[in-house]
């Protein structure tokens, strides 16, 4: 599959948030994760983490035949290298409304999310090669981040329609993502694979 075929099929046909279920969190995480700093730093940190997942799995695991370890090489390998590489990037940044000291501050909470580590999981099994599992935990980034991005605008839509009082809230948003995550599958890897070509 080419390059354009992953990305689209990592930001729709395969979306972190509606079809794997990935990075759900309380809502008391939720401010300001919409932001382009946000998405700058899941996309940064998606990238570090199935780059070292995928050199991990295929060259070390795989060929010792331990690839079922990779869920305990990564939480001793590759956080720790995340969170190393978080704090550089808070500590190197002059202003704290800078956006590399945002980008450090949601990378070092990014890091121990299941979204992070599913991501590169699903990349580094995939049988994809390094730049394409890397393009793909990029592409998957955005995908969570403007699956995000629309729920919320929803969410702040429902707040504003006249609902019934049972409808209000959680059914509401449920609904919503519901249907969300549908259209997204329609956009099955196999259409996005025919239309942009093998």
Known sequence: MSYLGIVLTSIFASNALLIYGFGSIPERERKGSTSLASALALACVNVI?????????????????????????????????????????????IKQDSILFKLGERSDDLAVGSLVYGIALLSARSGYGLLEAVAA???????????????????????????????????????SAGLMALAFMGLDAALIKNLVGA
Do not use: N
């Not at 295929?58 to 390998?77: E, M, Q, T």
């Not at 935990?137 to 629309?150: D, K, N, V």
């Open 137 to 175: 935990s990029a592409a998957a980034g955005l995908g969570y981040w403007l699956s995000q991005f629309l729920l919320e605008a929803v969410r702040e839509r429902l707040e504003l329609s006249d609902l019934p009082t049972s409808f209000r809230g959680a059914p509401a948003m449920l609904l």
């Open 49 to 93: 983490a199935s780059a070292i997942l995928w050199l991990i799995h295929s060259l070390v695991l795989a060929p010792l035949r331990l690839a079922s370890l990779d869920i305990l090489f990564f939480a001793l390998i590759a956080v720790p290298i995340i969170k190393f590489i978080a704090r550089v990037a808070q500590q190197s940044s």
